[in-house]
């Protein structure tokens, strides 16, 4: 085979499994093809966008500043070397990448959304809120904007300022899919377990089964006290255990579930899922307390006794943030308490 034909070949089956989610497969493909001259594009971009699905963000930068350095720079290459940037906690260089594909193509909600998500998969809260504000000014009656804004400013342990956000989303987009994220989060931050469940489930009825969604619904469900053996207990695994297989990197979902699991005495299947949710995000202090929980009844006392030191770790670090933290912050912290609610998931 002609090498032309092999690199042709190689891109194909690389685009291909890059396509199903398979990147860490697809990358030596398209190793491969990027040695031919006419899919150089192609096979670099894919690439890079493999290299962002495995957590291999230096790669992707290089991938994607060669990119650049050939005149390849427009909307597509910018926003995924912003999600890049922002894996590899360069968050200037992911703010100047995000608008220069701003300036290219402002009216594109996706583009800030794509780099929101990036920001809340890696807690970056903060540069978070930069982005969808960067949106927010060339898409003002964005509702998905106005829900993501709204999730980082509770992230930032600012629910009264989300709110606005939370009820303008709701506005925008009612009776859609992030119609009723946005009152459902917005139910469940509030402590309305009630009002929280009533709404996912309506969105749930009306096919909007995003993970994001079925999540509340468990997290809800699971608040109100339900218990192994009742219907609602039922309702609630079933919703987090398709919420898991439609997004398993949702540290949240996977809390959710295994502390549901460690309520229905399955035990390995808790660790399992904590675990997963502590590789995920190891910063929630509520996955420590079910992980010791969970392997103090499974009878893994070293283990337990590691969580719980896990635990009063990030107990005095938030303590110490509090401490150092101005007046109202120090109200905002109390309202919660140490032990952190389930963060909610993006959509």
């Known amino acids: 085979m002609r090498a032309q034909e092999r690199a042709e070949e190689e891109l194909r089956k690389g ?3 890059t396509r199903q989610g398979s990147f860490a497969d697809a990358i ?3 190793l491969i093809a990027r040695k031919g001259d006419v899919y150089e594009y192609a096979a670099n971009f894919n690439l890079a966008l493999c ?8 790669e992707a930068i290089q991938a994607l500043n060669d990119l650049r350095g050939k005149g390849h720079d427009g909307v597509d290459v910018e926003n995924l070397l912003a999600q890049a940037y922002v894996g590899n906690e360069q968050p200037q ?3 100047a990448s995000l608008e220069k594909a701003a300036a290219l193509s402002p009216q594109n909600e996706k583009l800030y959304s794509f780099v929101a998500d990036a920001c809340m998969d890696h807690n970056d809260y903060a540069l978070g809120l930069k982005v969808v504000d960067i949106g927010l000014r060339n898409l003002p009656q ?3 904007l106005h829900y993501e804004r709204a999730m980082f ?3 930032l342990d600012q629910f009264d300022q989300a709110k606005p956000d939370f009820d303008l989303a709701g506005k925008l987009a009612a009776e859609s899919e992030i119609g009723y994220l946005a009152a459902a989060h917005e139910e469940l931050f509030e402590g309305d377990v009630a009002e929280a469940i009533r709404t996912a489930r309506e969105g749930v009825r009306r096919g909007y089964e995003n993970h994001a969604l079925l999540t509340v619904l468990g997290e809800a469900l699971l608040r109100s006290g339900v218990s192994p053996g009742q219907p609602e207990f039922a309702e609630a695994q079933a919703a987090l255990e398709k919420a898991v297989t ?4 949702d540290p949240s979902a996977q809390i959710a579930l295994g502390s549901l699991y460690l309520m229905a005495g399955r035990l390995e299947d808790a660790i399992a899922h904590l675990e997963k949710a502590r590789r995920l995000d190891p910063s929630k202090p509520s996955v420590y307390a079910s992980l010791a929980k969970a392997y103090q009844r499974h009878g893994d006392i070293e283990q337990a006794q590691d969580a719980l030191r896990a635990l009063e770790k990030l107990n005095r670090e938030q303590a110490d943030r509090i401490s150092s933290a101005p007046g109202d912050r120090k109200l905002g912290y109390a309202g919660r308490g140490i032990e952190e609610e389930p963060a909610a998931p993006h959509p």
């Open 51 to 58: 290299y962002v699905g495995t957590g291999q963000f230096k």
């Open 246 to 249: 439609q997004l398993p990197g």
């Open 142 to 144: 964005s509702a998905r």
């Open 28 to 30: 030596p493909h398209l």
């Open 153 to 155: 400013l509770t992230q």
């Open 15 to 17: 685009t291909e499994l």
């Open 93 to 95: 260089e992911a703010l």
